[in-house]
């Protein structure tokens, strides 16, 4: 019994077995969800009875479904997007002091951050409705830039303070205006950054819920408010079905991501 | 200063989003909800009323809808910092090589859509769902258990949500405890036990707190999982607002419903980044 | 290639003047650092010049064109930075060209300045590595290879060298001193460090709140200095306060000093500065009628000198260094010494405030 073990602090063995307890908790309901989705019964047991891919056919070649994926994705890249221009002009006019009350400003472009969704939601629900844009493709744009632009602030901002001011001066003086500057050093230094905002720009719009369905028409909509709507009514293997794609498609994105930049650093 | 109006410049596209879509309908629901409904006829648009608000206080109905969704809240937090703490540990102190694999399964499921996962949990808790088909064949019950349409179901449901905040709040703050601290109590006699809840555990207030303030916050404010765990009788603030508006279109009452929502959680926050800063002062 | 002239400069900041009706003149080829303590406005300068920074009162030319109006990539300026700045997603080859694609060079004329300016800073073959590969010196000159590729016409140094360890800075000090020499740019060096400033400049700006103290060669500086800041920061100087008497000064009962130059009236205070290096010590028996006596109160060994803090009549204290291998200077505590200053060597000034 050294001093080195006493002072390592490391969790034992129960503490580290009720962690990973809790862990597997967290799968629990996404293998869940991925095993109904081969059952060939309408409820799940353990052993499954029976495999079949049938779920997974009618959900590809059910229109509603496809039109539902189709829509949310649009959505989500289109809203990405324009948060990420808009973002990163406004975080780097507040990161580098080009007008006062940085701090105030900076609060108040993450404020959508602090409001339920629900009230975002029946507010621009009573707005819109309003001034007669309840209903429009382009009205859901902006509401999903509302809510994802905070994350893409975030990483903006936290990026820009995060590098040396000094490079994009180097720049200046060596003979580049300040756009070229920014293009050519600031850019590639905040990039992994950005993806990381910009991939949770894209999870929360592809998720939304509470804001999207006090907006969204007959026509518009998303996958998340298909399967709302779809569960409320009963549950089908259809809809773990559509689950399984998704949380195959986030696995995907989410390995990628990480290869590509090593973005678990910036969460 | 050119600085100035290229600043500008580039804030305004933003600013002006925000203000158009965001900043006015909010300020928009306060008229609203100070205005009286009728059935069947909609918003009377002369003549103001605070029966909207009253209501939220009175109501008997009103009360216990808010109540339940404070009483969640407190739940929910503190059934996420019980479990978040160890993964949080295991994830700082343990075996370095574990690190990212846990990170990415604590990640993970955030990433997944929240409807997915609440209809997992559908799946999981139904009375033919998977534990009562589970624990039935196993013998251990006889009939189903209710896990499901109920606070119950509502409980695992948002803690299994809101747990990944929690436990990267808290590795944050983990990971800033200075080791030195730990190991000067260790010469200084301290148990291991000792050690953790005298100086690693209130090291860690600012992580606790400030996941704590954020789960207790998206609690209250969850209208997905409630909606879909809770079914339509157990209703917390943010459904009832959801019913209010789609299908009793009593929207000055949604709007008094929601304007309160809103100004708890803003408070909430407010004064949590206040005390952090005083308490950062003092550190 | 271009003079510099600042007239009338000035900066507030919220009400803190940091630099105040500054007048300066660089000539063409000239290097002159802008010396003094953090905080005296010689950043302030050196960013207003480069265009980071706008006056808040006076011009700036450069080569007699007004460019205080002018941004800084219109200024045809090079600036080399404390943090070196270099960009860490480029290769030191890119870096390098970074100035010269901003005049549109392209191609082999691009290809073959760029080599020139690294052979210059002798980085040769350096030009596929990253930043992160090479050491703080190479960093540094990469820095120094990209301000002058572009033949800019004015270069300036924002403390280039404090970022580097002692004997690191020694061999850069050379270095630039070198290149500065081979090239013949007109430069503003700013530093705090004195003795870079002094080996390095053609003149000096020695700076304190805002204002020149004094402008002047290292060697004026050094020797005549003008204010009392001066005499205090540069060198390692005493300071002994004193009445004047006709043409000496009395320091204390009986203990008179004979500057060679007095131009302060008769029984004005004044401060009276003394190097540390320019105190002789004579042993009892070598004593001159003109030598004041004092006792060795402390002994410092430190490698090529010795320190002796010596005490005098009336108690004060002065600090003196002697070089080790001088084998008459050495006693020890308890002694007594005869101080032999030569009248050159005492500065007078008179006491302020």
Same mark, same amino acid.
């Given at each position: ?260 930049? !090593? ?5 | ?89 295991? =994830? ?27 209809? !997992? ?89 400030? !996941? ?72 | ?208 709140? !805002? =204002? ?93 000198? =010795? ?47």
């Amino acid at each position: 019994m050294g001093w080195a073990g006493m002072t390592d602090q490391k969790p034992g063995f129960i503490v580290s077995s009720f962690a990973l307890l809790v862990v597997f908790f967290l799968q629990l309901p996404v293998i869940v969800v991925v095993l109904a989705s081969f059952s060939e019964t309408s409820y799940l047991t353990i052993p499954p009875q029976g495999w079949t891919l049938d779920w997974f056919r009618e959900v590809l070649t059910d229109n509603t479904y496809l039109n539902a994926i189709k829509i949310s994705l649009i959505l989500a890249v289109s809203a990405t997007c324009l948060s990420l221009v808009l973002g990163v002009a406004a975080s780097y006019a507040i990161a580098r002091r080009m007008v006062p009350g940085s701090e105030a400003l900076a609060s108040f472009l993450m404020a959508p951050l602090a409001i339920p969704a629900v009230v975002i939601g029946v507010a621009m629900l009573q707005y819109f409705s309003l001034v007669g844009l309840r209903g429009g493709f382009v009205t859901l744009i902006i509401a999903h830039v509302v809510i994802t632009v905070p994350y893409i602030v975030r990483s903006a901002l936290a990026s820009l303070s995060g590098m040396d001011v000094a490079m994009e001066e180097a720049a200046r003086v060596l003979g580049a205006d300040s756009f070229t500057a920014f293009r050519l050093v600031t850019l590639p230094l905040i990039k992994p950054g950005l993806v990381a905002g910009a991939l949770f720009s894209f999870v929360v719009s592809m998720e939304n819920v509470p804001v999207t369905i006090f907006l969204a028409g007959a026509r518009q909509t998303t996958l998340p408010i298909l399967i709302f709507t779809s569960v409320e009514m009963g549950v089908t293997p259809g809809v773990a079905a559509v689950s399984t794609l998704l949380i195959v498609a986030t696995l995907v994105v989410l390995l990628l991501a990480e290869r590509w930049t !090593g973005f678990h650093r910036f969460v | 200063m050119v600085n100035l109006r290229s600043g500008l410049l580039l804030l305004a596209p933003l600013a002006l989003v925000l203000v158009a879509s965001f900043a006015i309908p909010l300020i928009m629901l306060v008229p609203t909800s100070f205005r009286e409904y009728s059935p069947g006829h909609g918003i009377i648009t002369d003549g103001w009323t605070i029966r909207n608000y009253l209501n939220i206080l009175t109501d008997e109905y009103y009360r216990e809808v808010v109540v339940r969704t404070a009483w969640l809240g407190i739940s929910v937090t503190g059934l996420c910092l019980l479990l978040g703490y160890p993964v949080a540990y295991l =994830i700082v102190r343990g075996n370095p090589r574990w690190r990212l694999p846990l990170v990415m399964l604590v990640i993970f499921p955030l990433m997944l859509n929240l409807v997915v996962r609440s209809f !997992g949990w559908i799946v999981l808790l139904s009375n033919r769902g998977l534990i009562n088909n589970l624990l039935i064949d196993i013998g251990l019950i006889e009939r189903p258990l209710k896990l499901i349409f109920n606070l119950t179901g509502m409980l695992i449901g948002l803690t299994h949500i809101y747990l990944p905040f929690m436990v990267l709040m808290l590795v944050a703050s983990l990971q800033n405890v200075p080791r030195d601290v730990e190991a000067a109590a260790a010469t200084l006699g301290s148990s291991r036990f000792h050690i953790f809840r005298a100086i690693t555990l209130p090291l860690t207030a600012p992580g606790i707190i400030s !996941g704590s303030i954020l789960v207790f916050v998206l609690t209250i404010s969850a209208l997905v999982t409630p909606r879909m765990l809770g079914g339509p009788v157990y209703q917390v603030m943010a459904t009832l607002i959801y019913d209010e508006y789609m299908q009793l279109l009593d929207w000055p009452s949604g709007a008094a419903l929601s304007f309160s929502l809103a100004f708890a959680t803003v408070l909430i926050i407010w004064l949590s980044s206040r005390m952090t800063k005083r308490w950062a002062g003092l550190a | 290639m271009s003079d510099l002239s600042l007239q009338r400069l000035a900066k507030t900041y919220d009400g803190h003047q940091a630099v105040r009706d500054v007048n300066l003149t660089i000539e063409e080829g000239e290097f002159v650092s802008l010396l003094g303590p953090s905080g005296c406005g010689k950043t302030t300068i050196l960013r207003m010049v480069a265009g980071l920074i706008t006056p808040t009162g006076g011009s700036i030319r450069i080569g007699g064109r007004d460019v205080t109006a002018l941004p800084p990539n219109k200024r045809n300026i090079g600036l080399v930075f404390q943090s070196y700045a270099l960009f860490p997603h480029m290769t030191v080859f890119e870096n390098v060209a970074f100035g010269l694609r901003r005049k549109k060079e392209r191609g082999s004329e691009l290809e073959s300045r760029v080599k020139e300016a690294l052979a210059l800073v002798r980085l040769d073959g350096y030009g596929e590595r990253y930043p992160r590969q090479l050491s703080g010196g190479q960093q540094q000159r990469v820095a120094m290879a990209r301000a002058i590729a572009p033949r800019p016409s004015l270069l300036l140094f924002d403390e280039p060298l404090s970022n580097l360890d002692a004997k690191l800075r020694d061999e850069m000090q050379i270095e630039l001193k070198r290149l500065q020499r081979d090239l013949t740019i007109t430069t503003l060096f700013v530093t705090h460090d004195q003795t870079e400033a002094l080996s390095l400049s053609d003149r000096v700006c020695v700076m304190h709140d !805002g =204002i020149i103290q004094q402008y002047d060669t290292p060697e004026e500086v050094y020797r005549r200095p003008k204010t009392a800041f001066v005499a205090s920061f540069i060198g390692k100087p005493n300071q002994l306060s004193g009445v004047v008497k006709g043409q000496s000064v009395e320091i204390a009962d009986g203990v008179v000093l004979k500057p060679s130059s007095l131009e302060a009236a008769n029984g004005q205070s004044v401060d009276v500065f003394i190097r540390q290096e320019a105190v002789s010590l004579l042993a009892q028996g070598n004593m001159s009628c003109d030598a004041i006596a004092a006792t060795i109160a402390l002994r410092s060994f430190s490698g090529a000198q =010795i320190q002796y803090v010596v005490r005098l009549s009336n108690g004060s204290e002065l600090v003196v260094e002697a070089p080790s291998a001088a084998s008459a200077m050495n006693f020890e505590p308890g002694d007594t010494v005869g101080l032999d200053i030569r009248p050159d060597d005492m500065i007078v000034l008179p006491r302020e405030g």
